[in-house]
């Protein structure tokens, strides 16, 4: 089997979400949005040097997939024998946009962000996309929406075949100290 070399990127810090629990750098826009020309000049460098290599492109941000180029980049990056792209996202963009993309990523990373998302389009995106990448889902348990997770997660259990699920336990400030879970939550996290 051929090696493969990991790209994870985190592109951008811009998102239209502001959980609480994350932290501030992740969704200030203090980076602005990628030249795209420069992105591909870097992807093209890295393909050139691990060309003997599968290579995979784990994209994010913020919430990268509403950088409008983001679809260019991954037409480019398809464009070789050898790469694969996923993304990292809160599935928050349209179903319209997921449908126009959903042949060209190889994998979806969904975070589920309970002060935000909406669990009907969250699930819809999960059936629209799940047949045509690896799709996982990260349910961010917050302990205020802990309920509405379980919920999600029986869901998309019942109704959704062929993707992962993980239930995250959050740390206060990204850091190392858990937020407040009662025990029975912490059970059902484990």
């Given at each position: ?12 810090n811009i998102?239209?979400y ?26 093209t ?16 941000g ?8 983001f679809?260019?980049?991954v037409?480019?990056?398809?464009s070789?024998?050898?790469?694969f ?21 190889d ?9 935000f ?9 999960t059936k ?23 919920n ?5 259990v019942?109704d959704?075949?062929?993707i ?12 190392d100290?858990?937020y407040?879970?009662?025990d ?7």
């Amino acid at each position: 089997a051929k090696k493969t070399f990991v790209v994870n990127w985190c592109m951008l810090n811009i998102c239209n979400y502001k959980c609480s629990y994350c932290p501030e750098y992740l969704h200030s826009g203090s980076t602005g949005w990628p030249n795209l020309d420069e992105v591909e000049q870097f992807c093209t460098n890295v393909i050139e040097h691990h060309g003997d290599k599968n290579i995979y492109f784990d994209l994010t941000g913020g919430e990268v997939t509403f950088w409008k180029e983001f679809p260019d980049l991954v037409m480019f990056l398809k464009s070789f024998d050898n790469v694969f792209v996923g993304a990292i996202s809160n599935g928050s963009n349209s179903l319209e946009w997921w449908d126009k993309i959903k042949e060209h990523l190889d994998h979806a990373c969904l975070s589920f962000q309970p002060e935000f998302a909406k669990r009907k389009h969250y699930i819809d995106l999960t059936k629209l996309i799940n047949n045509h990448m690896r799709t996982h889902v990260n349910l961010m348990m917050h302990p205020d929406y802990f309920d509405l997770c379980l919920n999600v997660v029986e869901e998309l259990v019942t109704d959704v075949p062929n993707i992962s699920v993980a239930l995250q336990p959050l740390l206060v400030g990204f850091k190392d100290e858990l937020y407040k879970y009662t025990d029975k939550q912490l059970e059902i996290i484990d």
